[in-house]
């Protein structure tokens, strides 16, 4: 019988996560209960809120226990249904963790349909961070034709959805992006107005002239000096996003801000939200999403790090920006170095 390979939470991170939080293991295939389904995860969502999840104390969600598998979104193929709603062959998208087979209630995975877009996608444009852009942009933000929003870590799985909502919604988009290759991206195929490099070092003057006539919406995915610096820019009676604050996420000290006084000058409404706490949205937002994927007014782009081992290494590189686009895990198939992963059939 085959071995299902998975990695566990090993260890609590201080400050940066390392490959020594993780630990990869070999242990029997499951087999399902009435009501579940046996998957073979084919590819596995990297996502910076697992970040979080490693972390001991009180978030919006519970922390991760040690020595469970690491919690993580999936797409994968139905080998064995206890379950009218599945026959083997489906797939599925649903959050089976990182490793390569897993049995899960038929409640907790979804059909999805690879003649609308490829697999993959239901992990990124069509899945969980196409819907936080929906959510975040239209459902929160509510962008006007001829507002100018900025999106900071605008080349990634939600930043890159957001800049291209806005587009469609008729505004003016303004992306923050680490490095002259993604913004050039941000900005050449995805569409975008402008988009600024916060390494070049001259981020408040380059943002300035990026948005000659101020910040309308701010979709917030960073955070820090990055946030900070767009307060400085912001129109009366704008509004915030906070949807993530990646540049924290392993920090030991917060950054401190400075420009908090713009909120009270400038009447800046501002809201925090989890794509989670409105399932009832998600249908909505997979349906418009779809729409304009199929319509090709939505692109993307993926990062795949090769086998479930590359997963400790691809996750903390996409915590320093090392990914180009969303970052996935090919469970099977070739390896970077040419070699194909144990237990690949
Ligand atoms: N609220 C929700 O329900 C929800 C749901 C999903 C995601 N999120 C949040 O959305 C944000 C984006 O997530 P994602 O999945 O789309 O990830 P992503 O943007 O594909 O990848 C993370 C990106 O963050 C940027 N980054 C990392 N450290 C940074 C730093 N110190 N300064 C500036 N940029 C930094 C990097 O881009 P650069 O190379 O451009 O720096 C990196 O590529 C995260 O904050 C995440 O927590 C929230």
């Known amino acids: 019988m085959a071995d299902n390979r998975q990695i566990l939470f090993a260890s609590r991170p201080r400050g940066w996560v390392t490959e020594e939080n993780f630990r990869l293991v070999a242990t029997p295939l499951p087999a399902p209960a009435e009501g579940q389904v ?18 001991e104390g009180k978030s919006y969600a519970t922390g991760a226990e040690l020595g469970e598998v690491m919690v993580g979104g999936t797409v994968g193929e139905v080998l064995e249904s206890r379950s009218p709603r599945f026959k083997p062959g489906d797939r599925v998208v649903g959050a089976l963790g990182w490793q390569e087979y897993a049995v899960g209630d038929a409640g907790a995975v979804a059909k999805i349909d690879t003649s609308v877009a490829p697999a993959s996608c239901y992990l990124g444009v ?25 999106v900071s870590a605008a080349s990634g799985a939600v930043g890159s959805v957001v800049g ?4 469609i919604r008729g505004c003016r988009a303004v992306g923050i992006a680490g490095g002259a290759m993604k913004c050039a991206y941000v900005t050449g195929e995805l569409g975008f107005d402008a988009c600024v490099d916060y390494k070049a070092g001259n981020l408040y003057a380059d943002l300035k002239a990026a948005v000659p006539n101020g910040i309308d919406v701010c979709f917030e995915n960073v955070g820090g000096e990055i946030f900070d610096t767009e307060l400085r820019l912001m129109n009366a009676f704008s509004r915030v996003t906070v949807c993530g604050l990646v540049s924290q996420y392993n920090a030991t000290e917060a950054y401190a801000m400075k420009n908090m006084r713009s909120i009270l000058v400038n009447r800046i409404r501002m809201q925090g939200f989890i794509v989670s706490d409105r399932l009832e949205l998600w249908p909505r937002a997979i349906g418009e999403l ?3 994927f199929t319509t090709g007014r939505l692109r993307y782009r993926e990062c795949v790090a090769q086998g479930l081992q590359s997963a400790p290494a691809a ?31």
Request: proline content about 5%; glycine content about 12%.
């Open 126 to 150: 069509l899945g969980m961070p196409g819907v936080t852009a929906w959510m975040g942009l239209l459902d929160i933000a509510q962008p006007k034709e001829g507002e100018t929003l900025v």
């Open 38 to 55: 046996l998957v073979r995860n084919h590819w596995l969502s990297l996502d910076p809120y697992m970040r979080g999840r490693m972390d």
């Open 290 to 292: 779809s729409n304009w």
């Open 315 to 345: 996750f903390i590189g996409m915590l320093k920006g090392q990914n180009f686009g969303k970052q996935l895990v090919k469970l099977w198939g070739q390896t970077t170095n040419g070699a194909v992963p144990e237990h690949a059939s």
């Open 164 to 167: 291209q909502l806005a587009k």
